[in-house]
């Protein structure tokens, strides 16, 4: 998975939140992976690192007492 589509599938998970939280979930993962490419790592590297969307999606809506995944 490359750094965009990652970015778009977490985007697309957060569909349920305000544009401006999704923002800004966006841009702390964004931030993230560029840190870790800083320290040496390649974008594969650093998506692995934080691990799988599916996963982190899952941790953003238990942050916020929502059950995942939602139901379409």
């Known amino acids: 998975m490359t750094r965009a589509t990652y970015l778009q599938t977490l985007k697309n998970g957060l569909f349920i939140f305000v544009e401006s939280y999704q923002q800004q979930k966006i841009l702390e993962v964004?931030?993230?992976?560029?840190?870790?490419?800083?320290?040496?790592?390649?974008?594969?590297?650093?998506?692995?690192?934080?691990?799988?969307?599916?996963?982190?999606?899952?941790?953003?809506?238990?942050?916020?007492?929502?059950?995942?995944?939602?139901?379409?």
Not at 41 to 57: C, S
Not at 63 to 70: A, F, L, M, R, S
């Open 30 to 72: 964004d931030e993230r992976i560029s840190s870790l490419m800083e320290q040496g790592k390649t974008e594969e590297e650093a998506l692995q690192a934080i691990g799988n969307v599916e996963d982190y999606l899952s941790v953003i809506y238990q942050e916020n007492h929502i059950t995942y995944p939602i139901s379409s």
